[in-house]
């Protein structure tokens, strides 16, 4: 299933698709979904389009949590939470840092990013980097429902894909070369 079909624009553009063979069944799975809420009308909508794509992939509403997170920075230290608690088959964090005028958003970026696939690693459970790291309030609206997609679906996606991939993986049953 293609996430995105349009010519590539600007060129040499990478876009983002998802592999016919990668399941988006999220059946019986349990989504944490962890959303900062500074820009909260760029943050509203990933979580939107993220429940939107939850259900779309057969979840059941009630196997879907959304909790909010003051910042960006605070979702690694929630998201360590959500999955201790051993409640959740994923996590969904979602959030926008836009750049301003010190060098804040590296450090919050790249901080968040890296504890959020140590956490994953060290959990056995998918963790996405659904968090917005761009130049202006433009770009965050292009890529958060715009011409750019929805990267809280696209992270959506991803966690449910990725935990029924480690199901598989758990279960031993690996797909025909």
């Known amino acids: 299933m293609m996430i995105r079909n349009r010519p590539l624009d600007p060129p040499n553009e990478c876009l983002m698709s998802l592999s016919d063979t990668t399941q988006r069944d999220a059946t019986d799975l349990r989504i944490a979904v962890l959303v900062s809420r500074y820009h909260e009308e760029i943050t509203s909508s990933l979580e939107s389009a993220a429940r939107d794509s939850f ?3 057969g979840g059941d509403p009630g196997n879907l949590e959304v909790f909010d997170s003051p910042g960006a920075f605070e979702l690694a230290g929630l998201a360590g939470i959500a999955v201790s608690s051993g409640r959740f088959d994923g996590v ?4 926008c840092v836009i750049r301003g005028e ?3 958003d590296a450090w919050i970026n ?3 990013a890296n504890e959020l696939a ?3 690693v060290r ?3 998918p963790v996405a980097f659904g968090v917005l790291t761009v130049q202006d309030l433009d770009q965050a609206k292009a890529r958060a429902g715009g011409a750019r997609g929805n990267k809280g679906a696209e992270s959506m996606n991803a966690v449910v894909a990725a935990a029924r991939i480690g199901r598989e993986i758990k279960r031993g049953a690996s797909r025909e070369t």
Request: aromatic fraction near 0%.
């Open 55 to 57: 259900l779309e992939a």
């Open 92 to 95: 969904v964090c979602l959030g």
């Open 110 to 112: 790249g901080a968040v």
């Open 123 to 125: 959990s056995g459970l």
């Open 118 to 120: 140590r956490l994953s």
């Open 102 to 104: 010190t060098t804040h």
